[in-house]
């Protein structure tokens, strides 16, 4: 059984910063890439970014050179550090593990990942 569990979301003003984290368990971590997703009141879930098994990162347009995506597979921990934070970056922001072990590119589409957290809210004021 994979779980997936989200921490370091809250309360933060425009332009502040924050570092979530995802601790995973109940499988080889390192063999999985890992996604970002977010889902603001009203609106669809949507692809952030994510880091593949070879660490190889990509991140949605709305958010390139704010956020960068590390993890740590002694930790078994993907984190996602966001930086010049905006109102509209307020969501509940979810981890999810991708469903194929060694993808080469790192999928957006959420049917690709298999396992999720149950998120962690962010909240940007303005």
């Known amino acids: 059984?994979?779980?997936?569990?989200?921490s370091g979301g809250g309360l933060v003003q425009a332009g502040g910063s924050l570092r979530l984290s995802c601790v995973a368990s109940g499988r080889t971590f390192s063999n999985y890439a890992m996604g970002w997703f977010r889902q603001a009141p009203g609106k669809e879930r949507?692809?952030?970014?994510?880091?593949?098994?070879?660490h190889r990162?990509?991140?949605?347009?709305?958010?390139?050179?704010?956020?960068?995506?590390?993890?740590?597979?002694?930790k078994n921990t993907v984190y996602l550090q966001m930086n010049s934070l905006?109102?509209?970056?307020?969501?509940?922001?979810?981890?999810?593990?991708?469903?194929?072990?060694?993808r080469v590119v790192v999928v957006t589409s959420l049917s690709e990942y298999n396992?999720?957290?149950r998120g962690t809210q962010v909240t940007v004021s303005s």
Do not use: M
């Open 57 to 74: 990162t990509y991140h949605a347009d709305s958010v390139k050179g704010r956020l960068a995506i590390s993890r740590d597979n002694a």
């Open 86 to 102: 905006k109102p509209e970056d307020t969501a509940v922001y979810y981890c999810a593990a991708d469903a194929r072990p060694y």
């Open 1 to 6: 059984q994979v779980q997936l569990v989200e």
């Open 115 to 117: 396992y999720w957290g």
């Open 46 to 54: 949507e692809f952030v970014g994510g880091i593949g098994w070879t």
